[in-house]
């Protein structure tokens, strides 16, 4: 009771000192105590509530209160009611607020949730950190590998790794023989190999030292999802035996359902590797098969002082290198996130600056509302302040209007995340690691939690800056200069930051554009290729696989259409190639090229008709033909760039040479090619050499070889009789077919996926920036609707309103246009090895986007500036 008297004892002092206040005052009382009843309570309290709001001692009321446990809920809880009531007051404002949060935020988790995959969470082995990839590093193989003469040695007198263990470096096909064959993909790995990685398996055991030797038992593990799906998850599956390639094989132990192996690989069936030290010694003359190696490092031991440790035993090695690969050999020890990562890195890195970015543009955004909506509160603000309402408790109530607002926000953009994740794994190409994987859980909701707090920090500060004044009590609402200059400001940092992120997606869709319209030297609308995998059970000689493959040419040249069908080992320009370096080509009568230069030589063993097939032109002497097949002689067609730097200024054509890579053997040229794209698309291509693929089963080696059939007929139509035509030569062969034109497609995915991405949050950045411009120029013009009307009546032409306007708007847009300028030029060496063939300083790239900028700019600024010039000065100034 002393305290309510108090209370109106207060209020009634400081009515008497602002007598000018006072129906100003009892105004704003009467409206408090209006919601207060609409609230539910009785006219008495609600007169005693407002009271003691608008009498300034919630503080003192604090401190009586504080020593109750949990006196401060109440407080937070009359905040947060406050805070609703004053947004459900203006419904417009709110929902204009939470969908730019929910964009903002949405997006920053989305992207967080494939960047965290990448860049932050652990990799999904025992201390990842001290796991390392080692090997050899040559131009022509760019991950690491290590030949199994050298892992002997390696193993024996390595001393900063605590284990090591040996991969094959890559998935074969095998064929699981039982009720229904099928072909699996196959892969070996050593004993020690998931003691390595901390993993056991699901069910069953790891491989035994004994199994892993020469002519050990012979035994396998399967892939989680072959036990699931092919096996219905069979729980006595262990000691089956199992016909692989025709061999009984026993089945010990099933990989656990989320094993990764460490080179991104997928495989079905794993066997022990099994080195054999005499075989070594035969295979790859006597350097042993190539193997993919990984390390633990022992604790306290870092990649640098490993390298240094490895170094003098990498130098041994290397003396049995020939010469022509010895320069150009390197060790290389990586962490193995370094190695899955690789360039996806800077993708991450780039894609998160992004976000974060338009992040920093939506906060922007809402910060210049809460301060527009703040500068119509500041007589309400004021009347508070005067009665004593303390500045702390008026920041405290902004801070948490502001945290309300970012929590709906922060729980829309949960859904806008989810949205946007499923769009990213749908649209996101192969060769983007772990990014099908991408989802919403715990670790994703925290960090959503925790940039919807840091937005009503920084939107919050804002706001609470804004220092009520009493002169607002006598004035209409207006905005202070101080605040007119803080959203001056906050749009002039939005637009510079739309003209960075446009700029960088611009040069990356510029890139993307030269991908797509460089020339490939080839016709590729036409060709349908056919990848074949050969049984190795049926067909395991050379002279069955040779057979094989000239009946399957043979059968589908009968095709309707058909103009062209050859077999080849890869199909430019993305596909496996092989190579050699250009100083093993020695032309007779030339001193030979110094050892380990000129750099890779593209290697592609073809029939006849692969040059009509891809209609690439032979420039000079002739194409392979069919009675060429039965020569001895090795013939061999070059292309241009090859032919130029074998003979210079000479005709190529009936010279001669000699291969050290293939023992020493002697080619003849025959004709010169058109370069071809053979390196991707965005590679450097390097020069090829073509080699007749002859009717000896010495040519026919491997299970894996790729038809190319050019027909007149679509290729949709075309496939259904290629699939009939090699099953009735052998239904049980494996067949994949493509246009090659859809390959060539998937090439483009990844710059495409980037590109869009990247342009769809410079675009939505640029929306925000907009629309920040847009409501900026309209609130500053209804405030100046006075002034406006006085300048009408005294003779201002509609021209001249809108020259002012304009004016005001114009000169932010041009202000921050120039800092993002400044800004992207230089920021944009990042994207440096993102770009193909576009300079990062590309003139049209920094012209063109200032303009669309501008274009765009000023039309939202005119829709106000038009409206502006719609005042009628009477009612302006009757209203005055």
Avoid at 508 to 517: A, C, G, P, Y
Avoid at 679 to 697: A, I, K
Avoid at 715 to 738: F, G, H, K, N, Y
Wanted: charged fraction near 20%; charge should be positive.
């Amino acid at each position: 009771m002393i305290s309510e008297l108090l209370t109106r004892l207060r209020f009634l002092i400081l009515r008497k000192r602002h007598r000018e206040f006072d129906d100003e005052i009892e105004f704003h009382l009467n409206e408090a105590i209006k919601s207060k009843i609409e609230d539910g309570l009785e006219p008495v309290e609600a007169r005693r509530q407002a009271l003691i709001e608008f009498g300034g001692i919630e503080l003192t009321r604090e401190q009586c209160e504080r020593q109750r446990p949990g006196w401060w809920i109440g407080t937070v809880i009359q905040d947060v009611r406050y805070a609703f009531r004053g947004f459900g007051r203006n419904p417009l404002f709110t929902i204009s607020v939470l969908i730019t949060l929910a964009l903002g935020i949405g997006s920053t988790t989305a992207v967080f949730s494939v960047v965290d995959l990448i860049l932050f969470r652990p990799l999904p082995y025992a201390e990842p950190s001290r796991i390392v990839s080692l090997g050899f590093v040559h131009p022509l193989e760019r991950q690491e590998f290590v030949m199994g003469r050298f892992y002997e040695e390696w193993q024996t007198y390595q001393t900063p790794f605590s284990a090591l263990a040996a991969q094959s470096t890559g998935v074969h096909h095998c064929d699981l023989i039982e009720n229904e064959p099928t072909q699996r993909s196959c892969i070996s790995f050593q004993s020690t190999f998931l003691p390595l990685f901390g993993i056991s398996p699901a069910l069953g055991r790891n491989f035994l030292p004994e199994e892993d030797r020469a002519n050990g038992p012979r035994v396998m593990m399967v892939s989680y999802g072959l036990w699931r799906g092919h096996y219905d998850a069979d729980p006595h599956i262990l000691n089956r035996m199992i016909d692989v390639d025709g061999n009984p094989v026993r089945i010990v132990g099933v990989l656990p359902k989320d094993f990764e192996f460490p080179t991104l690989e997928a495989a079905d069936v794993v066997f022990p590797l099994a080195l054999n030290p005499a075989v070594q010694q035969t295979v790859n003359g006597g350097f042993g098969e190539s193997m993919r190696l990984f390390a633990r490092l022992k604790p306290g031991v870092s990649v640098a002082q490993a390298f240094a440790q490895m170094q003098p035993l990498f130098n041994g090695d290397l003396k049995w290198f020939p010469p022509s690969a010895k320069s150009e050999t390197r060790l290389s020890i990586r962490t193995l996130r370094d190695r899955q990562m690789q360039e996806s890195r800077l993708v991450a890195w780039v894609l998160f600056c992004f976000v974060l970015a338009v992040l920093l543009i939506a906060c922007a955004n809402v910060s210049g509302l809460m301060m527009a909506r703040g500068a119509g509160r500041q007589r309400e603000l004021a009347v508070r302040s005067a009665i004593g309402a303390s500045r702390g408790r008026l920041t405290r109530q902004a801070l948490t209007e502001t945290l309300v607002l970012s929590s709906a926000g922060g729980l829309a953009g949960l859904a806008v995340a989810q949205a946007l994740v499923l769009v990213f794994v749908h649209l996101a190409p192969a060769g983007i690691p772990f990014i099908s994987k991408a989802h919403l859980d715990l670790r994703i909701g925290v960090f959503a939690a925790l940039i919807s707090c840091l937005c009503a920090v920084i939107v919050g500060i804002a706001t609470a800056l804004q220092k009520p004044k009493l002169a607002a009590l006598n004035a209409k609402t207006s905005m202070s200069r101080h605040h007119a200059f803080s959203r001056r400001v906050l749009v002039t940092t939005q637009i510079a930051v739309s003209i960075v992120l446009l700029s960088g997606a611009a040069l990356l869709i510029r890139s993307f554009m030269k991908i797509e319209e460089q020339n490939l030297g080839m016709r590729t609308d036409r060709a349908l290729t056919v990848e074949v995998t050969v049984p190795q059970l049926r067909y395991n000689t050379n002279q069955k696989v040779m057979d094989l493959y000239l009946r399957l040419e043979s059968s589908l040249r009968r095709l309707p259409g058909t103009r062209a069908v050859a077999v080849t080992d890869s199909t430019p320009p993305g596909g496996w190639q092989d190579g050699f370096r250009f100083s093993d080509l020695h032309v007779e009568g030339k001193p030979p090229t110094p050892a380990g230069t000129g750099g890779t030589v593209v290697g592609r063993f073809v029939t006849p008709d692969y040059f009509r097939a891809l209609n690439i032109q032979i420039f000079r002497g002739r194409n392979f033909a069919d009675q060429d097949r039965t020569q001895q002689q090795r013939e061999v067609i070059l292309s241009r760039s090859l032919a130029e730097r074998l003979f210079p200024g000479e005709d190529p054509v009936g010279k001669r040479f000699l291969d050290t890579a293939v023992s020493g053997a002697g080619a003849v040229v025959i004709g010169v090619a058109d370069n071809v794209k053979n390196s991707g698309l965005t590679e450097e291509s390097n020069p090829e050499m073509y080699t007749l693929r002859r009717s000896v089963s010495g040519d026919w080696s491997g299970d894996h070889l790729m038809l190319i059939v050019d027909s007149a007929m679509p290729t949709a139509m075309l496939q259904p009789w290629v699939r009939s035509e090699v099953s009735a030569i052998d239904r049980t062969i494996p067949l994949r077919m493509e246009p090659l034109n859809a390959s060539l497609r998937r090439l483009a995915d990844r710059p495409r996926f980037e590109a869009t991405l990247l342009g769809f949050f410079a675009l939505t950045g640029l929306v925000l920036s907009i629309v920040g411009l847009y409501g900026l120029i309209a609130y500053m013009t209804a405030q100046r609707a006075q002034e406006i009307g006085l300048r009408m009546a005294l003779g201002a032409t509609q021209s001249n309103i809108l020259r002012l306007i304009a004016n005001d708007g114009l000169r932010m847009v041009l202000v921050g246009s120039a800092v993002g300028l400044g800004i992207a030029l230089v920021t944009s060496h990042v994207l440096k090895t993102m770009l193909f063939q576009v300079s990062i300083y590309d003139p049209l790239t920094y012209i063109l986007i200032p303009l669309l900028l501008s274009s765009v700019a000023l039309v939202a600024i005119l829709i106000p500036a038009h409206a502006a010039t719609r005042v009628d000065p009477a009612i302006t100034l009757r209203a005055e």
